[in-house]
């Protein structure tokens, strides 16, 4: 359980005093907005949100192709409109063309609306899924998955990047399942589209998950296609001084 926000604070806020709640006139009293910033300030503490992509925000995404403008005015779209929203989303691209970006920046906004949620890379889940089953450690399986299952909303990033063996799939649907049938929304990311685009991703998105799991993900999803030339690879040049800001 997450503790009250105002025994975050040293100092008491100057609206309300410490007390969470704040007077207007002629009208009574409110929730202060000091509740609601520590709140958000907690709930992104335990969002598992990557260092790295703390700092993305809509604001700061760049965009460089119309797709990608597409994509985060239909990201914006889902926040305002969430919680009345069916479904979740799903981004497909390939590698460096801002997926996570604007998965995280669409986490962070509800996380500022007080919704709790959570960020896994699939692969790392995977990962601790498979360590739990070493008698050695303290953590189970049912631990693991708790928060995926309980989570509000669920970012799971590099959907399809884990080699697509019989666990791995069966481990997918159990997970993907299971927020289906509670009605969870989740956010998708998949450097893998339902078409192969080259050497490079010459799988599509049913290869690695399966056709039953590509399935319920377009029951739980609505696809947003990024297309765009590898953003690292444009910092990398920019950086070297070959790319005018």
């Not at 704040?22 to 202060?32: A, S």
């Not at 925000?57 to 926040?79: G, H, I």
């Not at 919704?115 to 498979?130: A, C, M, S």
Request: aromatic residues 8%; positive net charge.
């Amino acid at each position: 359980m997450l503790p009250e926000a105002a025994n975050l604070n040293q100092v008491p806020c100057a609206s309300c005093g410490g007390t969470g709640w704040e007077f207007v006139e002629g009208k009574g009293v409110r929730p202060c907005k000091c509740k609601k910033t520590g709140r958000a300030d907690i709930l992104l503490q335990h969002s598992r949100i990557p260092s790295r992509f703390l700092h993305c925000t809509f604001d700061n995404f760049e965009v460089l192709q119309p797709s990608l403008a597409r994509a985060q005015m239909a990201t914006r779209k889902f926040v305002e409109e969430y919680p009345v929203v069916d479904v979740g989303l799903l981004f497909l691209g390939r590698c460096g063309v801002g997926k996570t970006h604007l998965a995280v920046a669409a986490l962070k906004e509800l996380i500022n609306k007080g919704i709790p949620g959570l960020f896994y890379d699939f692969r790392d889940l995977l990962k601790e899924i498979q360590d739990s089953y070493n008698p050695n450690t303290r953590n189970s399986e049912l631990k693991i998955l708790a928060p995926v299952f309980e989570a509000e909303v669920l970012v799971l990033d590099e959907m399809g990047a884990s080699k697509p063996t019989e666990w791995v799939q069966e481990t997918m649907t159990h997970i993907i399942n299971k927020r289906y049938n509670d009605k969870k929304v989740t956010i998708f990311t998949s450097n893998y589209l339902d078409q192969a685009i080259g050497s490079a991703y010459d799988e599509t998105l049913t290869d690695r998950v399966g056709v039953r799991l590509r399935s319920r993900l377009n029951e739980m999803c609505r696809p947003i296609l990024m297309e765009g030339d590898d953003y690292r690879e444009l910092i990398k040049k920019r950086r070297g001084g070959r790319f005018s800001a």
